[in-house]
């Protein structure tokens, strides 16, 4: 158990419509990744979040957006969902980010979403 | 833009036997992970390798990096089928934020 936690594990929804996915990082963790992985793309970053700040964007699509609270948890919202976004979305997260002090990501879960 | 490539991409092996997966990168990285995923779960973290020259084993798996030729391997030796999964290298870049670019998985099955 890596100590991230993601609801929901599985998620069916259909075309067109709205999901979100919740992710809870490891105690005392600032930063939050998020993942897609879909047999087209591979696993492949999406987005970061530090302290509630954005701190990189992968290739994260426009219908996409995240956002992380003052408690630490994220949400990525995916919308106008469209058969391809059917994958694995996993939620890392980790401490320090560069430095000596560095600490490496911790996988989550990850949420099934599937799109009929 | 930081491409990681591995091969083979499908490894079908007996038990019993050694074999090597590569992973090489396309520009420099300040660390290489790899993992273990099993059919549906998360990613599950076997070694980090930090410096040229690192070489770091557990069980049955070896990995090292020779961050000069941009390429790690992931020896393993006398397979057993607990080891079927599907195996990927991630090379991070402290400039690109942390975030892990993978390779596109190999695919291993061990057969008794």
């Known amino acids: 158990d890596s100590g991230v936690t993601q609801t929901p594990k599985h998620l069916i929804t259909a075309t067109g419509q709205r999901v979100t996915l919740r992710c809870s990082p490891r105690?005392?963790?600032?930063?939050v990744y998020w993942y897609q992985q879909s047999l087209d793309q591979g696993l492949q970053f999406l987005i970061q979040y530090y302290n509630g700040e954005e701190r990189a964007k992968g290739n994260i699509l426009e219908r996409f957006s995240a956002q992380q609270f003052p408690d630490l948890h994220s949400e990525l919202n995916l919308s106008s969902l469209e058969l391809g976004d059917s994958a694995l979305y996993f939620c890392?997260?980790?401490?320090?980010?560069?430095?000596?002090?560095?600490?490496?990501?911790?996988f989550g879960p990850g949420t099934r979403l599937t799109v009929l | 833009e930081l491409k990681v490539e591995q091969n083979p991409l499908f490894l079908s092996m007996q038990e019993g036997k050694n074999y090597t997966i590569y992973c090489n990168y396309s520009?420099?990285?300040?660390?290489l992970y790899w993992y273990r995923q099993d059919p549906g779960k998360s990613l599950e973290s076997l070694f980090v390798?930090?410096?040229?020259?690192a070489v770091k084993q557990e069980g049955r798996l070896m990995a090292s990096l020779d961050t000069k030729a941009r390429l790690s391997t992931l020896h393993i030796t006398a397979a057993v089928h607990d080891l079927s999964a599907t195996y990927f290298c991630?090379?991070?870049?402290?400039?690109?934020?942390?975030?892990?670019?993978f390779g596109e998985g190999t695919q291993l099955t061990v057969n008794p």
């Open positions: 991630a090379v991070e870049k402290e400039t690109s934020g942390s975030r892990l670019t």
């Open positions: 105690s005392g963790d600032l930063s």
């Open positions: 890392a997260s980790s401490g320090r980010l560069a430095g000596p002090n560095w600490d490496e990501q911790f």
């Open positions: 390798l930090l410096s040229n020259g």
């Open positions: 520009t420099t990285s300040d660390r």
